[in-house]
T-cell receptor
Framework: DTGVSQDPRHKITKRGQNVTFRCDPISEHNRLYWYRQTLGQGPEFLTYFQNEAQLEKSRLLSDRFSAERPKGSFSTLEIQRTEQGDSAMYLC??????????????FGPGTRLTVT | AQKITQTQPGMFVQEKEAVTLDCTYDTSDPSYGLFWYKQPSSGEMIFLIYQGSYDQQNATEGRYSLNFQKARKSANLVISASQLGDSAMYFCAMSLVLGAGGTSYGKLTFGQGTILTVHP
């Protein structure tokens, strides 16, 4: 059973360029989450999907950010017109969406974005 | 809105000793879940332990236990018999829970973390 995978692991881009990240959740997990983590801080929630439906978006997610999960499997996070303040680690997590006590989230290794 | 506060930027402990990492939270929801995650220097977040707001007993998972004091709104993590491999960043987090004793769901709200260093 493979874990959550993210691609690329590192991305360096120039200010103003667009970038896209991919997340492959654990198979059969129907919930998928995106978080952003800056150095020395805890992750901040960006958005989450149940299957292909985007159920919640943070106010942090400006109109330059868009996320999709077209077939309810992998997800992409796109940042348009990147700014230096977008430099961060972007974490993806998935959860089974099961009933019971806890629907714990399993995290991927993250994509580190550096905007120069 | 939910808020998590971790007031200890760094903690040091001797190998084989116990250590307590502090976490306080704030929420107006009566049903919530509290999590602890470990983030080693490699970056991945590892789930450690969970406590539901309606759980009567403190959660335990191996060497990890959660000291849950609802009236004080605190959920401290206790690591017993520290090992060198416990050196990492530790995050407390909160989510909503569906009904009393129900399943946690939705986004996690994280604290700022505590760096734990275990000395040999």
């Amino acid at each position: 059973d493979t874990g959550v995978s993210q691609d690329p692991r590192h991305k360096i881009t120039k200010r103003g360029q667009n970038v896209t990240f991919r997340c492959d959740p654990i198979s059969e997990h129907n919930r998928l989450y995106w978080y952003r983590q800056t150095l020395g801080q805890g992750p901040e929630f960006l958005t989450y999907f149940q299957n292909e439906a985007q159920l919640e978006k943070s106010r942090l997610l400006s109109d330059r950010f868009s996320a999709e999960r077209p077939k309810g499997s992998f997800s992409t996070l796109e940042i348009q017109r990147t700014e230096q303040g977008d430099s961060a680690m972007y974490l993806c997590a998935s959860s089974p969406g099961r009933s019971g006590r806890t629907d714990e989230q399993y995290f991927g290794p993250g994509t580190r974005l550096t905007v120069t | 809105a939910q808020k998590i506060t971790q007031t200890q930027p760094g903690m040091f402990v001797q190998e084989k000793e116990a250590v307590t990492l502090d976490c306080t939270y704030d929420t107006s929801d009566p049903s919530y879940g509290l999590f602890w995650y470990k983030q080693p220097s490699s970056g991945e977040m590892i789930f450690l332990i969970y406590q539901g707001s309606y759980d009567q007993q403190n959660a335990t998972e191996g060497r990890y236990s959660l000291n849950f004091q609802k009236a004080r709104k605190s959920a401290n993590l206790v690591i017993s018999a520290s090992q060198l491999g416990d050196s990492a960043m530790y995050f407390c987090a909160m989510s909503l829970v569906l009904g009393a004793g129900g399943t946690s769901y939705g986004k996690l709200t994280f604290g700022q973390g505590t760096i734990l260093t275990v000395h040999p």
